[in-house]
């Protein structure tokens, strides 16, 4: 028995009509600058992070810094420092 049969299609038919998202070729863009094209439900995407920049594909480490999250880090810690060399005083 098919698996096809076993989940109740009939011969041929996979997926049920009407009920899914056109399928068409899409166009990507990552903010590096790379594009690709592929197939998705949307005609164009653009996308952060790809492989051709993705530290885990290059092998460099890369700081994606949204809304000054770093920046705002480095300070919370240089004030936390700040207030532990004041209680050694």
Do not use: W
């Not at 949307?42 to 949204?66: N, R, W």
């Amino acid at each position: 028995m098919s698996r096809a049969h076993h989940l109740g299609a009939t011969e041929g038919t996979f997926m049920k009509n009407e009920i899914h998202p056109e399928y068409v070729a899409c166009d990507v863009t990552c903010g590096c600058g790379n594009q690709f094209s592929t197939r998705a439900t949307m005609a164009e995407l653009k996308v952060d992070i790809c492989s051709a920049c993705h530290p885990f594909y290059t092998g460099q480490q890369k700081f994606v810094d949204t809304a000054g999250r770093i920046e705002k880090f480095n300070r919370r810690v240089a004030h936390r420092q700040a207030l532990e060399e004041g209680e050694k005083a």
